[in-house]
DNA sequence: GCAAAAGTGTTTGGTCTACACCCATGA
DNA sequence: TCATGGGTGTAGACCAAACACTTTTGC
C-alpha cells in the first residue's frame, strides 16, 4: 500500500452510520440507578434493555445530537456530559455497520424527576446490573462508564453533578458511599472535604430530618481535580 | 420531534468521512519527541505540522485502518496505543466535514529507529512544541494526548512501551524527568519503584557506562493501575 | 424523655521528602 | 589515579485511618 492507495476515495471511505449511546447515572433515594430503554415492539429482542441512543443525523452539531437524542430518548432536557468512548465494530448491530460515540452523563435525582419520561426511560438499580438482561455490548458499556465515574468521582469534585444544588454533608457522603460500594468514616469525610475549600456554607438548614443539617453548595462551578478520597 | 422523527433514514443520518488521527511520542536520547508528518505538496498551507491520520477505509475493521495509516503514514509497524478522544467539527476539515477519532501512541526508541521512515515523518522536540506551526486543532490534540500521558505515567506502569525491553534504573528515572519535566531524587525513586514490585532484574549488565549497571525488565505485561510519583 | 441523625478531636502508623557519600569501572 | 555514573540509608514532616461521645430537634 503506497501513499497513492491513500487518496480519499469519498464512497469507500465513508462509513453508513454513527450513533451516540449515553450512560446516565443518578441518585435516587440512597442507590446508584441507571437510566435505560427497552428495545421496541418491532425490534427483535424487545425486552432487552438498552442505552438511551440514536443514530446521529447530519448537518446538526455534535451538541445538538446529543441532546435531541438525550430528550427523545428520555425526555430529560439536560445533563452533565463526558464522552467516554468511541466504539467501532462492523459486527455490532446486525442491521448495520456502525461507530459509536459513547458518553457517560450525571443527573441529579431532583432533575431527573422534573423531567423525565418514564414511559420511555426505566430506572435501574445499578446493584441489580447483572440480574437484567442488556442488548448486545452495553453492558460493556455500562461497566466502563461505571469504572470511569468511580475514578471522576475520587479524583474531581464531579459529585456536584449528582447532587442538587444544595446539600447536607450526610448527602454528600450518602452518594460516595453509594456508588463506590463503600463506607466511609464520618469525621474523616467531613475534615477531608473541608480541607479541600470547595464548598460554601449556605447558612440555610435542612430541616427534614431531626437534628436540622447546614446545607452546603459547590463554591466553584468548574470541574477540579482534587484527590477527595 | 417525536419518536417518529428518529426512524432511521440512511441518507440524512450517515456522516461524510471518518478519519484516524495519531499522537505518537517517543523517548529519543534523553527527550521526549513527538513523530508529526508535514502536509505534502498539493494542499494548503503545506508548511505545517500535522499529526499522522488519515481518513478510514470502510470494510476493514479499526485495528486494520490503524495499522494501515500508522504505517502509510510513519513506516512504523506496530505501537503501543491507546484511544484519546473523538472530534466532531463540520468546520474541522475545510475540505468536507471530519469525525476523527484520536490515538495517542508510544513506542520505544530502539523500536521507532528500526522502522520509522524518516522521508514520511518528522521527529521534532516536545520542548519546542510552541515554536513550530501545527495545523488547524491537531495542536490542542497534541497537548490534550500529553496531558493523558503525564497522567498515565505517574499511575500506571505505562512507562514500559516507552523503554526498551531491558533498562536501567537510571534510564528508566530519565525517561520520567523528561516527559514530565521535572528532575526526581535518586534514591526515592529506586525505593519507589523497588516497593511496587513491576520489575524483573535480568542479571544482565549495560556496560556501555563506566560502573556497569543492573539491567531490568518488567514483569509483567499488562498495564497496570499503581501509584508510581 | 427518647429516638434519630448531626456534629466534633486525638492518637497512631505509614508514606513522602530531603539529603551525601562510597563503589566499580574505563580511560 | 581520576573522572563518570551506579548504587545505597536515615531522620523529620506530613497525611490517612481508626475510633466514641455529645448535641439538637421532632414526636
Redesign the interface.
Known amino acids: ?3 497513492n ?2 487518496t ?1 476515495d ?1 464512497f ?7 450513533a451516540i449511546d449515553i450512560v446516565i447515572f443518578t441518585v435516587y433515594k440512597w442507590s446508584l440507578y441507571l437510566l435505560l430503554n427497552q428495545r421496541t415492539e418491532d425490534w427483535p429482542e424487545k425486552w432487552k434493555y438498552i442505552l438511551p441512543g ?6 446538526l ?2 451538541e445538538e445530537n446529543f441532546d ?2 438525550l ?2 430518548r428520555t425526555g430529560i432536557k439536560w445533563v452533565y456530559k463526558e ?1 467516554l ?2 466504539f ?3 459486527n455490532r448491530d446486525p442491521r ?2 456502525v ?1 459509536s ?1 459513547t458518553y457517560y452523563a450525571l443527573v441529579s435525582s431532583d432533575l431527573f424527576m422534573q423531567n423525565v419520561d418514564l414511559t ?1 426511560v426505566h430506572i435501574i438499580d445499578y446493584s441489580r446490573i447483572d440480574e437484567i438482561s442488556i442488548w448486545y455490548d452495553h453492558e460493556k458499556i455500562i461497566k466502563y462508564a461505571k469504572q470511569r465515574l468511580d475514578w471522576k468521582l475520587e479524583y474531581t469534585n464531579i459529585v456536584k453533578n449528582i447532587l442538587p444544588q444544595e446539600f447536607t454533608l450526610s448527602r454528600m457522603q450518602a452518594v460516595y458511599e453509594s456508588i463506590l460500594d463503600t463506607k466511609l468514616d464520618k469525621r474523616n469525610f467531613r475534615k477531608k472535604i473541608a480541607s479541600l475549600n470547595i464548598l460554601k456554607d449556605t447558612w440555610n438548614l435542612d430541616k427534614s430530618t431531626n437534628r436540622p443539617a447546614a446545607l452546603y453548595s459547590f463554591s466553584d462551578n468548574e470541574l477540579k481535580i482534587v484527590g477527595i478520597l
Request: proline share 5%; hydrophobic share 45%; glycine share 2%.
Open positions: 500500500m503506497t501513499s492507495n491513500l480519499p469519498i469507500s471511505l465513508s462509513i453508513p452510520a454513527l440514536w443514530i446521529v443525523r447530519s448537518g452539531s455534535l435531541n437524542i430528550q427523545n464522552q468512548y468511541t467501532w465494530d462492523v448495520w455497520h461507530v460515540v420511555k
